[in-house]
């Protein structure tokens, strides 16, 4: 579910029509709860998906970026990753392809960047661990650059207040270090940072940045930072 700034939702996962009317996956409703029914971009899945759109996200131009596992979006061929207009109309230019499933994405306005985190192992042809990160701009180009990766899967992210990105999911490894299931890692190298582990004993399945820049932490954990905390828990970011 993605709140729109006039009020409007988008909303995305795995169905076929709404109230009756056909809808593949992804529809907008209006600030009054009802299908918008000149808004239309249908999202094909892949046949191998288990669910189709994982994440929506936006950045301050309103344009919507959609994660999950698919094929098409509105008959045109995208892999796991698109971005329309606000008015839902596909981007025709901004086209990074990637061969797995996407479960989260952050947008960095500042930075024109885009960060995308799940299960994959190439963006664009090229090889990526599960992390990645594109360019707002353009065709959405992979950054090389920013070389890091993880052991499993990612399925939260926040961006905190310095540009450090904090991942989450399960794995063993992140950005070239033991990490067990949250990293943070360099917004210049994607390398984990050497003196942040919070090492918690279960799985992290949602991050986020106050505006204090402290990191929430949710999951399926009962210790982390050394502490007993039981699924839900607050971190110092530096």
């Known amino acids: ?12 996962g795995e169905f076929e029509s709404i109230n009756g009317v056909q809808r593949h996956n ?3 409703l209006t600030p009054g709860g009802q299908l918008d029914l000149a808004w239309r971009a249908d999202v094909e ?21 959609v994660g999950g596992w698919f094929i098409q979006v509105q008959g045109e061929p995208r892999e796991s990753l698109a971005r329309l207009s606000s008015a839902g109309v596909l981007d025709p ?11 989260t994405l952050a947008t960095v306005q500042q930075s024109n960047l885009v960060y995308l985190g799940g299960v994959f192992d190439s963006v664009d042809g090229q ?26 899967s990612v399925v939260a992210m926040a961006v905190a207040l310095d540009g450090s990105v904090f991942i ?6 992140a950005g070239g270090l033991p990490r067990h299931n949250v990293a943070k890692l360099s917004a210049e190298t994607g390398l984990a940072d050497p003196a942040w582990d919070a090492d918690p004993d279960g799985s992290v399945e949602a991050l986020a940045i106050d505006n204090l820049g402290r990191l929430h932490a949710s999951g399926d954990f009962d210790q982390i930072g050394g502490e007993a905390r039981y699924g839900i828990a607050r971190l110092l970011a530096d």
Not at 45 to 65: E, F, K, R
């Open 1 to 12: 579910v993605l709140a729109q700034a006039d009020g409007g939702t988008i909303i995305g």
């Open 26 to 28: 992804l529809a907008r």
């Open 45 to 65: 899945a892949n046949p191998n998906s288990n669910g189709v759109i994982h994440v929506l996200a936006a950045d301050d131009a309103g344009n919507i970026y």
């Open 93 to 103: 230019l901004w086209h990074p392809s990637v061969s797995g499933v996407v479960h």
């Open 127 to 152: 090889p990526a661990g599960s992390v990645a990160r594109v360019s707002a701009s353009g065709a959405g180009v992979f950054d090389t650059t920013w070389a890091t990766s993880v052991s499993y």
């Open 168 to 173: 989450g999911g399960q794995f063993d490894t």
